[in-house]
């Protein structure tokens, strides 16, 4: 599909598809270091507190920005309770 968007100029969709990509990887790497006791529960909802207060702050109009903050208030929910 990125191909296809590429030779119809949508770069712009590129763009969003690869920011949601990275914070994809960046949720599963702040769980893995979880698990691995690497850090602590109050630093992964430090972490995930400030990515959904930058993704509302600065990336208000992205299509993935709401799927993003919940996902991370739902884990902040978890480790909370």
């Known amino acids: 599909e990125v191909m296809k ?3 119809e100029n949508e770069l712009e969709k590129i763009h969003e598809y690869c920011e949601s990509d990275v914070l994809n990887t960046y949720m599963l790497f702040l769980k893995y270091e979880l698990i691995k006791a690497n850090v602590s529960e109050e630093d992964y909802v430090d972490f ?3 990515m959904r207060d930058f993704l509302r ?9 709401e ?6 208030e739902s884990e902040i929910s978890k480790v909370r309770s």
């Open 48 to 50: 995930l507190s400030y």
């Open 67 to 72: 799927v993003f903050a919940k996902a991370c």
């Open 57 to 65: 702050e600065k990336k208000s109009d992205r299509s993935y920005t």
């Open 5 to 7: 968007l590429f030779y």
